[in-house]
T-cell receptor
């Protein structure tokens, strides 16, 4: 079993749609959680950290369920510029950072 | 403010050679991390340096090594290159070594082993 699992997609959605990505992790001792986005042939860039209380940044909402070891990302009113691969990232002791394989999103006009 | 920089952007080597990749962290960041992203695979953690010391390493053979200099820049060395070492090597830096710190990535070095 992979340590961080994501639905690889691809998700193809029209502009304005709401799309949700899910991620599960296996290490119950994981301490911090992030969503990064990675554009084709570019480096990953932090989208948002994920907190236990859930957090929102504009059109993006992240949720964490420690009991179920589950993380989600919701994108509302999707834009063409949201097209990218979204990486679920889990950090554990000693910065043993584990990345999911990524979920690819394509937003179409 | 300058981000994380890496050099070279591309590197072509042959099997058995050594490769040296370089990384300069964001000013003020003391932790540097190295990752490998092979084609079609997710990022794999390689090494973490903080304050000049190796703090953790991933599941890679000893021919992957590195160091961090007093100015917090870092080198990744890959000895006895194998074809499967061809990948994008990403460096990241963070302000400190806490697991909650955000890691900021550089543009990467694309290594091709022929």
């Amino acid at each position: 079993r992979k340590e961080v699992e994501q639905d690889p997609g691809p998700f193809n959605v029209p502009e304005g749609a709401t799309v949700a990505f899910n991620c599960t992790y296996s290490n119950s001792a994981s301490q911090s959680f992030f969503w990064y986005r990675q554009d084709c042939r570019k480096e990953p860039k932090l989208l948002m950290s994920v907190y236990s209380s859930g957090n929102e940044d504009g059109r993006f909402t992240a949720q964490l369920n420690r009991a179920s070891q589950y993380i989600s990302l919701l994108i509302r009113d999707s834009k063409l510029s949201d097209s990218a691969t979204y990486l679920c990232v889990v950090n554990s002791e000693n910065n043993d950072m584990r990345f999911g394989a990524g979920t690819r999103l394509t937003v179409k006009p | 403010e300058a981000g994380v920089t890496q050099s070279p952007t591309h590197l072509i080597k042959t099997r058995g050679q050594q490769a040296t990749l370089r990384c300069s962290p964001i000013s003020g960041h003391t932790s540097v991390y190295w990752y490998q992203q092979a084609l079609g695979l997710g990022l794999q953690f390689l090494l973490w340096y903080d304050e000049g010391e190796e703090r953790n390493r991933g599941n890679f053979p000893p021919r992957f090594s590195g160091r961090q200099f007093p100015n917090y820049s870092s080198e990744l060395n890959v000895n006895a290159l194998e074809l499967e070492d061809s990948a994008l090597y990403l460096c990241a830096s963070s302000w400190g070594g806490s697991e909650q710190e955000t890691q900021y990535f550089g543009p990467g070095t694309r290594l091709l082993v022929l």
